[in-house]
């Protein structure tokens, strides 16, 4: 049984950083790009980065360029999400999720395996 446990989230002002995590079990976790995605109240779930499986690319969303740094530990079959200059706009739940191949990619689509997601909240 494939299972992602998000952990790291809080509350944070604005200007903070906080540290996601996700770790992974019941796949070949170093076989799979891996993503993390957000969803604030009202909106639909939006792209935030991506991390190739051997960590050999990455791709960010362009409100989060800059300011969030992906990562992952493939020994530790986890996937690391590093959020710096946080603003309120970032307030979300933040899923990781498995990609269904090797690339990474920002598409929702091509995802198959979530997690329960871990909120964010951002005060101003």
């Known amino acids: 049984q494939v299972q992602l446990v998000e952990s790291g989230g809080g509350l944070v002002q604005a200007g903070g950083s906080l540290r996601l995590s996700c770790a992974a079990s019941?796949?070949?976790?170093?076989?799979?790009?891996m993503g993390w995605f957000r969803q604030a109240p009202g909106k639909e779930r939006e792209f935030v980065a991506a991390?190739?499986?051997?960590?050999?690319?990455?791709v960010y969303a362009g409100s989060v360029k800059g300011r969030f740094t992906i990562s992952r530990d493939n020994a530790e079959k986890t996937v690391y999400l590093h959020m710096n200059s946080l603003k309120p706009e970032d307030t979300a739940i933040y899923y990781c999720?498995?990609?269904?191949?090797?690339?990474?990619?920002?598409?929702?689509?091509?995802?198959?395996?979530w997690g329960q997601g871990t909120q964010v909240t951002v005060s101003s």
């Open positions: 019941g796949r070949t976790f170093s076989s799979y790009a």
């Open positions: 999720a498995f990609a269904r191949g090797r690339w990474e990619n920002s598409d929702v689509r091509e995802y198959n395996y």
């Open positions: 991390i190739r499986w051997n960590g050999g690319s990455i």
